[in-house]
Protein backbone atom coordinates (compact mmCIF):
# COMPACT_ATOMS: atom_id res chain seq x y z
CA UNK A 1 0.00 0.00 0.00
CA UNK A 2 1.59 3.38 -0.72
CA UNK A 3 1.17 6.09 1.81
CA UNK A 4 1.41 8.95 -0.77
CA UNK A 5 -2.43 7.58 -1.65
CA UNK A 6 -3.77 7.29 1.64
CA UNK A 7 -4.25 9.11 5.23
CA UNK A 8 -4.39 8.44 8.63
CA UNK A 9 -7.55 8.98 10.74
CA UNK A 10 -5.38 12.05 12.54
CA UNK A 11 -4.70 13.42 8.82
CA UNK A 12 -7.70 13.36 7.90
CA UNK A 13 -8.83 14.90 11.21
CA UNK A 14 -6.50 17.52 10.52
CA UNK A 15 -7.33 17.86 7.27
CA UNK A 16 -11.33 17.93 7.34
CA UNK A 17 -11.01 19.95 10.73
CA UNK A 18 -12.70 17.43 13.00
CA UNK A 19 -11.24 15.08 15.35
CA UNK A 20 -9.81 11.89 15.15
CA UNK A 21 -12.10 9.99 16.85
CA UNK A 22 -14.95 11.01 14.49
CA UNK A 23 -13.03 10.12 11.56
CA UNK A 24 -12.61 6.42 13.12
CA UNK A 25 -16.52 6.18 13.61
CA UNK A 26 -17.14 7.78 9.89
CA UNK A 27 -14.87 4.66 8.81
CA UNK A 28 -16.58 2.37 11.30
CA UNK A 29 -20.21 3.33 9.74
CA UNK A 30 -18.77 2.97 6.16
CA UNK A 31 -19.08 6.67 5.82
CA UNK A 32 -15.71 6.85 3.93
CA UNK A 33 -15.43 5.05 0.84
CA UNK A 34 -12.55 2.84 0.12
CA UNK A 35 -11.52 2.91 3.89
CA UNK A 36 -9.48 0.30 5.38
CA UNK A 37 -8.81 -1.24 8.39
CA UNK A 38 -4.70 -2.27 8.47
CA UNK A 39 -4.44 -3.88 11.77
CA UNK A 40 -5.74 -1.49 14.04
CA UNK A 41 -5.74 1.46 11.98
CA UNK A 42 -7.67 2.90 9.54
CA UNK A 43 -6.10 4.28 6.23
CA UNK A 44 -8.10 6.68 3.96
CA UNK A 45 -7.95 7.05 0.36
CA UNK A 46 -5.41 10.87 0.54
CA UNK A 47 -8.24 11.90 -2.16
CA UNK A 48 -11.14 11.25 -0.11
CA UNK A 49 -14.34 13.16 1.21
CA UNK A 50 -14.97 14.69 4.24
CA UNK A 51 -19.11 12.62 4.85
CA UNK A 52 -21.91 15.05 4.44
CA UNK A 53 -23.53 16.25 7.29
CA UNK A 54 -25.77 14.06 8.77
CA UNK A 55 -28.44 16.96 8.82
CA UNK A 56 -28.34 17.05 4.93
CA UNK A 57 -30.77 14.72 3.38
CA UNK A 58 -31.64 14.27 -0.49
CA UNK A 59 -30.40 17.93 -0.94
CA UNK A 60 -32.70 19.41 2.09
CA UNK A 61 -31.26 21.07 5.15
CA UNK A 62 -33.25 19.54 8.41
CA UNK A 63 -33.17 22.58 10.54
CA UNK A 64 -32.37 21.17 14.11
CA UNK A 65 -32.94 22.63 17.46
CA UNK A 66 -29.73 24.26 19.06
CA UNK A 67 -28.85 22.61 22.37
CA UNK A 68 -26.62 23.76 25.62
CA UNK A 69 -24.77 21.66 27.20
CA UNK A 70 -25.69 21.56 30.97
CA UNK A 71 -23.01 19.32 32.95
CA UNK A 72 -24.69 16.25 34.72
CA UNK A 73 -25.34 16.64 38.05
CA UNK A 74 -22.48 13.78 40.18
CA UNK A 75 -25.59 12.07 41.06
CA UNK A 76 -27.14 11.61 37.76
CA UNK A 77 -28.33 8.12 37.71
CA UNK A 78 -28.99 5.79 34.65
CA UNK A 79 -31.87 7.17 33.18
CA UNK A 80 -31.45 10.85 33.59
CA UNK A 81 -28.26 10.24 31.96
CA UNK A 82 -29.65 8.44 28.93
CA UNK A 83 -31.82 11.48 28.19
CA UNK A 84 -29.23 13.68 27.88
CA UNK A 85 -27.78 11.47 25.00
CA UNK A 86 -31.27 11.48 23.36
CA UNK A 87 -31.17 15.10 23.65
CA UNK A 88 -27.52 15.62 22.39
CA UNK A 89 -28.11 12.99 19.21
CA UNK A 90 -30.25 15.53 17.34
CA UNK A 91 -26.59 16.79 16.52
CA UNK A 92 -24.63 13.67 15.19
CA UNK A 93 -21.23 15.14 15.59
CA UNK A 94 -22.28 17.33 19.15
CA UNK A 95 -22.79 13.75 20.62
CA UNK A 96 -19.36 12.55 20.12
CA UNK A 97 -17.15 14.90 21.24
CA UNK A 98 -19.39 15.01 24.42
CA UNK A 99 -19.46 11.54 24.74
CA UNK A 100 -15.47 11.84 24.73
CA UNK A 101 -15.04 14.29 27.48
CA UNK A 102 -17.76 12.77 29.56
CA UNK A 103 -16.31 11.42 33.25
CA UNK A 104 -18.30 8.33 32.58
CA UNK A 105 -16.22 5.57 30.29
CA UNK A 106 -18.78 5.00 27.14
CA UNK A 107 -18.72 2.50 24.57
CA UNK A 108 -21.01 2.92 21.48
CA UNK A 109 -21.88 0.26 19.21
CA UNK A 110 -23.26 -0.15 16.18
CA UNK A 111 -26.71 -2.52 15.68
CA UNK A 112 -23.84 -5.65 14.71
CA UNK A 113 -21.82 -5.55 17.40
CA UNK A 114 -19.24 -4.08 16.43
CA UNK A 115 -17.49 -0.70 18.23
CA UNK A 116 -17.44 2.47 16.89
CA UNK A 117 -16.96 4.60 19.78
CA UNK A 118 -14.64 4.54 22.84
CA UNK A 119 -14.16 7.55 24.96
CA UNK A 120 -11.33 8.87 27.36
CA UNK A 121 -12.84 7.99 30.14
CA UNK A 122 -13.47 4.13 28.55
CA UNK A 123 -9.45 3.63 27.09
CA UNK A 124 -8.50 5.14 30.39
CA UNK A 125 -10.25 2.30 32.73
CA UNK A 126 -8.95 -0.17 30.09
CA UNK A 127 -5.89 1.16 30.15
CA UNK A 128 -5.22 1.73 26.41
CA UNK A 129 -3.56 5.12 25.20
CA UNK A 130 -6.23 5.14 22.47
CA UNK A 131 -9.43 3.70 21.04
CA UNK A 132 -8.01 2.93 17.84
CA UNK A 133 -7.48 -0.67 18.74
CA UNK A 134 -10.91 -1.50 19.68
CA UNK A 135 -13.14 0.85 17.10
CA UNK A 136 -13.86 -1.37 14.12
CA UNK A 137 -12.45 -4.29 15.52
CA UNK A 138 -13.91 -5.67 19.00
CA UNK A 139 -17.98 -7.25 18.68
CA UNK A 140 -19.32 -7.63 21.86
CA UNK A 141 -21.71 -9.86 20.53
CA UNK A 142 -19.08 -12.18 19.70
CA UNK A 143 -17.04 -11.80 23.15
CA UNK A 144 -17.38 -14.73 24.91
CA UNK A 145 -15.96 -13.42 28.15
CA UNK A 146 -18.37 -10.82 28.23
CA UNK A 147 -21.38 -12.99 26.77
CA UNK A 148 -20.31 -16.49 28.91
CA UNK A 149 -17.43 -16.13 31.43
CA UNK A 150 -19.44 -12.79 32.72
CA UNK A 151 -22.61 -14.37 31.97
CA UNK A 152 -24.00 -11.40 30.50
CA UNK A 153 -25.60 -13.18 27.73
CA UNK A 154 -28.95 -12.52 28.50
CA UNK A 155 -28.60 -8.50 29.24
CA UNK A 156 -26.62 -7.78 25.96
CA UNK A 157 -29.15 -9.63 24.00
CA UNK A 158 -31.79 -7.98 25.09
CA UNK A 159 -29.98 -4.25 24.87
CA UNK A 160 -29.23 -5.24 21.00
CA UNK A 161 -33.02 -5.52 20.84
CA UNK A 162 -33.85 -2.41 21.71
CA UNK A 163 -34.36 -2.96 25.60
CA UNK A 164 -32.65 -0.40 28.29
CA UNK A 165 -30.98 -2.79 30.65
CA UNK A 166 -28.62 -2.38 33.52
CA UNK A 167 -26.71 -4.67 35.12
CA UNK A 168 -25.26 -3.77 38.55
CA UNK A 169 -21.50 -4.48 39.86
CA UNK A 170 -20.23 -6.28 37.00
CA UNK A 171 -16.40 -7.15 37.07
CA UNK A 172 -14.37 -5.40 34.16
CA UNK A 173 -12.35 -8.38 33.07
CA UNK A 174 -9.31 -6.94 32.92
CA UNK A 175 -7.03 -9.78 32.70
CA UNK A 176 -8.72 -10.87 29.67
CA UNK A 177 -8.03 -7.01 28.24
CA UNK A 178 -4.65 -6.74 28.88
CA UNK A 179 -4.02 -9.94 27.06
CA UNK A 180 -6.43 -8.75 24.07
CA UNK A 181 -4.83 -4.96 23.54
CA UNK A 182 -0.99 -3.43 24.31
CA UNK A 183 -1.97 -2.02 27.43
CA UNK A 184 0.25 0.25 29.34
CA UNK A 185 2.38 -0.54 32.04
CA UNK A 186 4.09 -3.84 32.99
CA UNK A 187 0.79 -5.39 35.01
CA UNK A 188 -2.39 -3.67 36.06
CA UNK A 189 -3.03 -3.71 39.45
CA UNK A 190 -6.51 -2.34 39.34
CA UNK A 191 -9.70 -4.19 39.52
CA UNK A 192 -13.02 -2.50 38.56
CA UNK A 193 -16.94 -3.41 39.28
CA UNK A 194 -19.03 -1.22 36.93
CA UNK A 195 -22.89 -0.45 37.11
CA UNK A 196 -23.51 -1.12 33.35
CA UNK A 197 -26.72 0.74 31.84
CA UNK A 198 -27.38 0.15 27.76
CA UNK A 199 -30.00 1.70 25.80
CA UNK A 200 -30.89 2.14 22.46
CA UNK A 201 -31.23 5.14 19.83
CA UNK A 202 -33.20 5.17 17.35
CA UNK A 203 -32.90 6.79 13.83
CA UNK A 204 -35.71 9.21 12.37
CA UNK A 205 -37.11 5.50 10.94
CA UNK A 206 -37.84 4.36 13.82
CA UNK A 207 -34.66 1.72 13.75
CA UNK A 208 -32.17 1.34 16.47
CA UNK A 209 -28.81 3.43 14.71
CA UNK A 210 -26.69 2.85 18.11
CA UNK A 211 -26.17 1.05 21.32
CA UNK A 212 -24.89 2.87 23.89
CA UNK A 213 -23.13 1.35 26.76
CA UNK A 214 -22.55 3.70 30.27
CA UNK A 215 -19.98 2.12 33.17
CA UNK A 216 -20.51 3.73 36.26
CA UNK A 217 -17.53 2.39 39.05
CA UNK A 218 -19.31 1.30 42.09
CA UNK A 219 -15.88 -0.42 43.46
CA UNK A 220 -12.44 -0.26 42.93
CA UNK A 221 -9.44 -2.31 44.24
CA UNK A 222 -5.89 -1.26 43.60
CA UNK A 223 -2.66 -2.98 45.04
CA UNK A 224 -1.05 -6.61 45.39
CA UNK A 225 -3.28 -9.25 43.22
CA UNK A 226 -3.31 -11.74 46.37
CA UNK A 227 -4.99 -8.92 49.04
CA UNK A 228 -7.22 -7.67 46.02
CA UNK A 229 -8.80 -11.52 45.85
CA UNK A 230 -9.48 -11.54 49.65
CA UNK A 231 -11.09 -8.16 49.43
CA UNK A 232 -13.19 -9.39 46.57
CA UNK A 233 -13.59 -12.67 48.51
CA UNK A 234 -14.67 -10.42 51.70
CA UNK A 235 -17.28 -8.20 49.44
CA UNK A 236 -18.94 -11.19 47.75
CA UNK A 237 -19.07 -13.54 50.97
CA UNK A 238 -20.61 -10.68 54.02
CA UNK A 239 -23.06 -12.99 54.65
CA UNK A 240 -21.13 -15.79 55.28
CA UNK A 241 -18.94 -15.98 58.96
CA UNK A 242 -15.69 -14.94 59.29
CA UNK A 243 -12.79 -17.29 58.63
CA UNK A 244 -9.54 -15.79 58.14
CA UNK A 245 -8.05 -19.56 57.35
CA UNK A 246 -10.30 -19.89 54.39
CA UNK A 247 -10.17 -16.31 53.12
CA UNK A 248 -6.03 -16.71 52.80
CA UNK A 249 -6.92 -20.18 51.14
CA UNK A 250 -8.70 -17.76 48.55
CA UNK A 251 -5.90 -15.48 47.78
CA UNK A 252 -3.15 -17.77 47.91
CA UNK A 253 -1.52 -16.28 51.07
CA UNK A 254 -0.06 -18.42 53.75
CA UNK A 255 -2.00 -18.13 56.76
CA UNK A 256 0.43 -17.14 59.01
CA UNK A 257 1.68 -14.09 56.94
CA UNK A 258 -2.20 -13.39 55.85
CA UNK A 259 -2.78 -10.96 58.33
CA UNK A 260 0.17 -8.69 58.85
CA UNK A 261 0.06 -8.77 55.01
CA UNK A 262 -3.51 -7.72 54.11
CA UNK A 263 -3.12 -5.39 57.35
CA UNK A 264 0.37 -3.34 55.67
CA UNK A 265 -1.48 -3.21 52.50
CA UNK A 266 -4.96 -1.81 53.56
CA UNK A 267 -4.65 -0.56 56.93
CA UNK A 268 -7.04 -2.64 58.32
CA UNK A 269 -6.67 -6.12 59.87
CA UNK A 270 -8.88 -9.10 57.75
CA UNK A 271 -11.58 -8.86 60.72
CA UNK A 272 -11.72 -5.46 60.67
CA UNK A 273 -12.07 -5.07 56.94
CA UNK A 274 -14.60 -8.06 56.88
CA UNK A 275 -16.73 -5.80 60.20
CA UNK A 276 -16.45 -2.62 57.70
CA UNK A 277 -18.33 -4.67 55.18
CA UNK A 278 -21.04 -5.72 57.08
CA UNK A 279 -21.48 -2.57 58.78
CA UNK A 280 -22.24 -1.04 55.27
CA UNK A 281 -24.58 -3.70 54.42
CA UNK A 282 -26.43 -3.28 57.44
CA UNK A 283 -26.66 0.87 57.02
CA UNK A 284 -27.94 -0.38 53.78
CA UNK A 285 -30.98 -2.74 55.42
CA UNK A 286 -31.32 -0.45 58.21
CA UNK A 287 -32.87 1.99 56.01
CA UNK A 288 -35.38 -0.21 54.30
CA UNK A 289 -39.08 1.43 55.25
CA UNK A 290 -40.00 -2.61 55.68
CA UNK A 291 -37.79 -3.85 58.22
CA UNK A 292 -37.46 -2.56 61.44
CA UNK A 293 -33.61 -2.57 63.31
CA UNK A 294 -33.91 -6.60 64.39
CA UNK A 295 -35.13 -7.37 61.22
CA UNK A 296 -32.06 -5.37 59.78
CA UNK A 297 -29.49 -7.20 61.07
CA UNK A 298 -30.85 -10.72 60.99
CA UNK A 299 -31.23 -9.85 56.84
CA UNK A 300 -27.15 -9.50 57.48
CA UNK A 301 -26.80 -12.29 59.62
CA UNK A 302 -26.08 -11.25 62.48
CA UNK A 303 -28.41 -10.74 66.04
CA UNK A 304 -28.89 -6.95 66.54
CA UNK A 305 -28.12 -7.63 70.64
CA UNK A 306 -24.52 -9.13 69.70
CA UNK A 307 -21.59 -7.55 69.03
CA UNK A 308 -22.56 -5.85 65.49
CA UNK A 309 -25.19 -3.08 67.19
CA UNK A 310 -21.24 -1.56 69.08
CA UNK A 311 -19.21 -2.38 65.85
CA UNK A 312 -22.09 -0.57 63.92
CA UNK A 313 -21.58 2.92 66.14
CA UNK A 314 -17.73 2.76 66.38
CA UNK A 315 -17.52 2.56 62.66
CA UNK A 316 -20.03 4.98 62.09
CA UNK A 317 -20.44 7.26 65.03
CA UNK A 318 -24.33 6.57 65.12
CA UNK A 319 -26.51 4.19 67.22
CA UNK A 320 -28.26 2.20 64.19
CA UNK A 321 -31.49 3.72 65.78
CA UNK A 322 -29.34 7.13 65.14
CA UNK A 323 -28.30 6.78 61.58
CA UNK A 324 -31.88 5.80 60.54
CA UNK A 325 -33.65 8.33 62.08
CA UNK A 326 -30.65 10.89 60.60
CA UNK A 327 -31.29 9.26 57.09
CA UNK A 328 -35.05 9.28 56.81
CA UNK A 329 -35.05 13.04 58.02
CA UNK A 330 -32.19 14.46 55.36
CA UNK A 331 -34.74 12.26 52.64
CA UNK A 332 -37.72 14.22 53.23
Known amino acids: MSK ?19 VSVYCAEGRIPGAELIGNSWMIPADAKKPADARIKSGKYIKRESHTYHKPPDNAT ?6 IFRGLMKSHHLVFQFLDLFPYAIEVFAPDGTSVFINRSCCEDMNIDDGTQVVGVYNILKDPVVLDVLGQREIIEKAFKGERITAHDIRVPHEETSERYDTKGESFKKILYKDITCFPLWDDYQQIAYIVMVFITTKTYTGRVDIIKAQEYMDQNWTENFDRDKIAKVAHISRNHFSSLFKEHTGYTPQDYYKRVKVKKLQEKILDPNMNIEQAFAACGVDYRGNYRRYFKEIT ?5 QYRAEKRKSAK
Open 4 to 22: DKYMSTTEAGVKWSIGRRA
Open 317 to 321: GQSPL
Open 78 to 83: SAELAD
